[in-house]
């Protein structure tokens, strides 16, 4: 229901917004870390795993990869795991918007999905957290990313509620419209015009530039809900989880993200502001 989102949106973005402006990166690691493993055990029910031990060991594998990336991975690997995931959400959204056939139900064990999702979500945690380490403005920057997030999904809302008609990907995710998306868009394009302008920015980076960015990031991170959305359908549920009153699970609140975070970073590195 809506009040449920309302209101469990009013007690937590608060607690976010402190958790990314003052803590410190290694903690705020941990406390991400802990909310990518509580997605973690979400995307192995979605991936078919039922049996406990076999939640359990694939959670801790997921942890054992978040912490060898903190321990061994320098930036530069870190970048190309950014351009490596860049690539496959580039792809996999186009793929999902143009798909026309039906999705079937899956029962079975997907030892794919299993790899992919945990690859997913350890990329994701590792671009925020060596966004938000870098000097001076880092947490700052991961704080817009969130809010860039957070105002698409608005504008696609509002947007798709108010005009939308034709379907984005019907058999994915029938409620999306290109509606939605063209006001997810522009609330890109004025998120990226306020950064362009910002402190954040304050090496004179070109306006054009970060805009298309941040409009790319956008609809990036509308793939990421389209393919949540498919795993949600091959597995036969609603949502991803029951954690959050009106929210569903921890993956539907994050799947936005999880694509968004490293496209963001790549991007903005790339332009000269990640140092």
């Given at each position: ?147 860039l997030i957070w105002i698409a999904d608005s504008g696609a809302y509002f947007a798709g ?43 004179a980076q070109p306006v054009l530039a970060l805009t298309l960015l941040c409009i790319v ?7 990421g809900d389209l393919w949540e959305s498919r795993l949600k359908r091959e597995a036969g ?39």
């Amino acid at each position: 229901m809506l009040w449920q989102r309302l209101l469990t949106a009013a007690v937590l973005v608060p607690f976010v917004i402190a958790g990314i402006l003052y803590l410190q990166t290694p903690t705020f690691a941990l406390v991400l870390g802990a909310l990518i493993l509580a997605a973690g055990l979400e995307m192995g029910r979605l991936a078919g795993v039922r049996q406990t031990l076999a939640l359990v060991v694939y959670v801790a594998a997921i942890a054992l990869a978040m912490w060898l990336v903190w321990r061994y991975l320098a930036a530069p690997y870190i970048e190309s795991l950014q351009w490596i995931m860049t690539l496959w959400w580039l792809t996999v959204t186009a793929a999902l918007i143009v798909r026309r056939r039906e999705l079937s139900l899956v029962e079975s064990v997907r030892p794919g999905i299993l790899a992919l999702g945990g690859l997913v979500l350890v990329a994701a945690w590792a671009s925020i957290v060596t966004l938000h380490a870098a000097p001076s403005l880092g947490p700052a920057l991961v704080l817009f990313l969130f809010v860039l997030i957070w105002i698409a999904d608005s504008g696609a809302y509002f947007a798709g509620r108010a005009f939308g008609r034709r379907k984005l990907s019907p058999f994915v995710s029938p409620g999306k419209t290109w509606a939605g998306v063209s006001g997810a868009a522009f609330g890109a394009m004025l998120a990226g015009l306020v950064l362009a302008l910002s402190p954040l920015t304050p090496d004179a980076q070109p306006v054009l530039a970060l805009t298309l960015l941040c409009i790319v990031v956008t609809l990036v991170s509308i793939g990421g809900d389209l393919w949540e959305s498919r795993l949600k359908r091959e597995a036969g549920v609603k949502d991803s989880g029951n954690l959050l009153p009106g929210h569903g699970g921890m993956l539907d609140r994050i799947d936005s993200l999880l694509a968004a975070a490293p496209v963001f970073g790549l991007g903005f590195g790339l332009l000269g502001g990640g140092g």
